[in-house]
């Protein structure tokens, strides 16, 4: 028996439920993603990773270019490149959100970029992204969605 929550387009994959990372909005060209920092997001200096904050601007840069609006479909697409920067240090028990605004779009490739700010607003990290599409998800309508082992998700 499979969980409904694999099979949503809006679930966050293993890997993201691992990190504790939960999708909050999710529109046409926009996606937020939140994640509340815990001690197993830190590096052995006591700062959140950097791989932690990559990871949410990757993931939210991901969900941004690929919405779907047909019920029972999905858009997904591959990381071709992504740039980060650490601007300000969060500290743990922080809510951190992660914005992301598609900026451009073509066939098979689409742009994104993303700030991450704590609960107070401040600005924590930045990235900017390529993402190359999935085949069947370059148009809007998507493809038919698949369970979550057989296939690699929005980004």
Not at 54 to 80: F, K, M, Q, S
Request: net charge neutral; glycine share 12%; charged share 25%.
């Amino acid at each position: 028996m499979s969980d409904p929550l694999e099979e949503s387009p809006e679930a966050p994959s293993r890997f993201g439920r691992l990190l504790g990372y939960r999708l909050t909005v999710w529109s046409d060209a926009y996606a937020e993603v939140e994640l509340t920092l815990g001690p197993d997001h830190l590096n052995r200096a006591g700062a959140p990773h950097g791989g932690v904050l990559a990871t949410l601007i990757d993931t939210a840069c991901g969900y941004a270019g690929c919405y779907c609006p047909v019920p029972g479909r999905r858009r997904g697409a591959v990381t071709v490149s992504l740039n980060t920067h650490f601007i300000a240090r969060a500290r743990t028990g922080d809510r951190l959100t992660a914005a992301a605004h598609q900026t451009a779009a073509g066939r098979r490739l689409y742009f994104a970029r993303c700030d991450v700010r704590d609960q107070t607003g401040r600005l924590i990290a930045q990235g900017e992204g390529v993402f190359r599409y999935r085949p069947g998800s370059e148009r809007l309508e998507g493809e038919p969605a698949e369970p979550e082992n057989n296939r690699t998700g929005p980004a």
